[in-house]
């Protein structure tokens, strides 16, 4: 009987391992993350989008889209000179070239500010709209790159918070006021204060 309930127990543990693995991947293995690194999976030494990096040319940005495996179920939509659109269930991504390379991945199917938050880390600084207050973009200068965000809550930021947009763009993004410093997931009246 002993010997039993220690293979019960031992099986028991394993078992529980092994889900407790699958789970560990699988949060692993959301969008969040492989946008985030180059088409070979690899991740990018300097921050990316899909292997975009600030220097890439826009014909390099292009082409890196096509071969990355977050993008296959993806179809180009529009093509030019000057933007190219690939569009796809879950995302869209915009390629801009107005001078400067601007990447933009719109997310179709959005999803919680804490997997771009695991990724990134802390933004710098919040930026909110008077006309929108659901509406909050997270602006990171040293990437030169912004998350849009809806929330859920317009009194709260919540890591739970869908981000519906990501862009990064060589000279990075000016916001008009309000600008304010990161202060972490509060209240949204601690933001609106600094600006009052």
């Known amino acids: 009987m002993k010997r039993l309930s ?19 991947l699988a949060r692993r293995n959301t969008l969040a993350q492989p946008i985030f690194t180059a088409p070979n999976g690899a991740v990018c030494a300097r921050f990316c989008l899909f292997g975009i990096q600030f220097d890439s040319s826009f014909l390099q940005a292009v082409q890196l889209v096509e071969r990355h495996p977050a993008a296959r179920q993806t179809v180009q939509e529009i093509a030019g000179e000057r933007m190219v659109v690939f569009a796809g269930e879950r995302i869209v991504i915009y ?7 601007i990447t933009t991945v719109f997310l179709v199917q959005p999803y919680p500010m804490y997997d771009v938050l695991r990724d990134w880390g802390a933004p710098d600084a919040v930026h909110t709209e008077v006309r929108d207050p ?8 040293s990437r030169r790159s912004y998350i849009h965000l809806k929330l859920t809550d317009r009194d709260r ?3 739970f918070d869908p981000v519906v947009k ?4 060589r000279s990075g993004f000016l916001f008009s006021p309000p600008v304010m410093r990161w202060r972490g997931f509060t209240a949204m ?8």
Do not use: H, K, Q
Request: aromatic share 8%; charged share 10%; hydrophobic share 60%.
């Open 166 to 169: 990501i862009a990064m763009s």
């Open 134 to 141: 659901a509406s909050v973009w997270l602006l990171y200068d």
């Open 95 to 101: 390629i801009g070239n107005a001078g400067e390379l």
């Open 157 to 159: 930021l919540s890591p």
């Open 6 to 24: 220690a293979f019960l127990a031992a099986l028991l543990i394993v078992l529980s391992a092994a889900l407790g693995g699958g789970i560990a």
């Open 189 to 196: 009246r601690a933001y609106r204060a600094l600006t009052e």
